[in-house]
């Protein structure tokens, strides 16, 4: 039949946007044992999960290890090697992606994350992970998250552990009015003064400060912490969270000052302060 | 046989401090519809709750109604009305329960959280719970948590779902530098005076800001957030977490403004502004 002879094709209607969801991953990641999945994310995550096989991650390896230890609970619609995965890319992964972007407001989104989420324009649902916890969360992911609110697409976040949460409760620290401010600077004297300064906050506000670092990094911001704070300000160190190792310790910078205690420079911790 | 003839009973040791449990709830907390307790809590966290028997709780018919859904699932070891249910006493309760607490740094803790952890001492593991979403994190219940630590006492928080930073995730805002600020001023001009303080320090530093409001005030506060920021500010409201209806929605300021649209005066926001 020639081509002409074809009916003309009546227009397909656009299918309707997917979603993009963002899937908490289990904080064990690297770690020599780790739970059933089952122990960190409910159930309705892990089904929601399960449907998924568009994802955007910050490495692939372990967004595969992770669709891995779903399939052992929930078996997956396509198997690993079929499923679509992407790196979000560096400039998008980096520290703070949104941080001092006041320039760009307004401005159109960048083209890497709308190329990213092309996927949702032909209907498919996109899952959104990071290596450990809540993505778009002290982690990269919110510029992804906000080209898919400005594709007008539904964006649905999963529940699943988030470490810098769980570690704020756990700190008896004020909960009612908290920052989380990301890195300190390296540097030991602009750390020595942005420590001061967010501390001063915490005593004329209330606000609790909540910080992260590199883990090999961890004892020299600890030295820091105990030497630049004030005695009578409280310190809360949170590690190992939902594994078996859970430790959460609470006391004054005074009290702290009488351990002779490092925390350790390979596992991820969580450093808040406040009074 | 008389008292005197029984032999001297040796001295006890004392047995080993309980554990202080963070246990999150649903965020279901009064909606018609409720998903089963599995979707939202992972398996570790109701095997947890499922073994405690000594409970600290805002509202002791909302912790018998959640110990209730947990045993449809894990069988409770002590029937409903033989549990353990000490309410948070109002001081310890109010709304930032330590903001603005410098004054009482480095005193020690005042003795009605050390009377609610009594049954640590005898080695019973307690568990702390709000209404909806995670104890002590935009709820009260850290003066009980920071008197457990002085206690010496460890402290556990289980993953479950958190409103606040399920907010955040899904807003597009920055999620590697936030503060969450509680609950704005009720009075307009404090509250724009606000509004606008947290404004400039979203758009000099990056970090986003979120808050809440008594979900009746919903509609008043959305009308102060549209009218008081500046028109590239970027604005995100999430309701209905975790439930069917769960929407979150984040455009410009300047976006919003050409859409009739107020939050339901009966459902609990979270809203997130930045750059």
Chains 1, 2 share one sequence.
């Not at 595969?64 to 929930?74: D, G, M, S, T, Y």
């Not at 159109?108 to 649902?125: F, Y």
């Not at 890195?183 to 942005?194: D, N, V, W």
């Not at 105990?226 to 160190?237: F, H």
Request: hydrophobic share 40%; proline share 9%; aromatic share 6%.
């Amino acid at each position: 039949m020639s081509q002409s002879a074809q009916p003309a094709q009546p227009a397909q209607p656009a299918p309707a946007l997917g979603r993009l969801y963002l899937v908490p991953t289990p904080l064990d990641f690297g770690c020599a044992q780790q739970a059933p999945i089952t122990d960190v994310l409910p159930a309705a995550s892990l089904r929601q999960a399960a449907q998924i096989t568009y994802w955007v991650c910050e490495n692939a390896k372990s967004c595969r290890a992770f669709l891995k230890r779903i399939n052992e609970h929930h078996p997956l619609p396509l198997p690993l090697q079929e499923q679509h995965i992407a790196e979000l890319p560096r400039h998008i992964h980096k520290k703070g992606d949104h941080a001092g972007s006041k320039a760009q407001a307004g401005k159109p989104v960048a083209s890497p994350a709308q190329q990213l989420l092309a996927p949702l324009r032909q209907g498919h649902d996109i899952g959104l992970v990071s290596e450990a916890g809540m993505p778009a969360i002290a982690d990269p992911g919110s510029s992804l998250v906000r080209a898919a609110h400005d594709m007008g697409a539904q964006v649905v976040p999963l529940v699943g552990p988030v470490s810098v949460l769980l570690a704020l409760a756990a700190s008896g620290l004020n909960g009612q009015n908290f920052a989380f401010v990301g890195y300190l600077p390296q540097e030991a004297s602009a750390r020595l003064q942005r420590l001061r300064s967010l501390e001063n906050l915490a005593h004329k506000t209330g606000q609790t400060q909540i910080c992260i670092e590199t883990p090999y990094r961890n004892p020299a911001l600890w030295q820091a912490l105990l030497q630049g704070l004030q005695p009578s300000t409280r310190l809360a160190v949170a590690s190992g969270l939902t594994l078996a190792s859970a430790d959460v310790q609470s006391r004054s910078v005074q009290a702290w000052r009488r351990f002779d205690w490092l925390p350790d420079k390979n596992t991820p911790c969580v450093f808040a302060w406040g009074v």
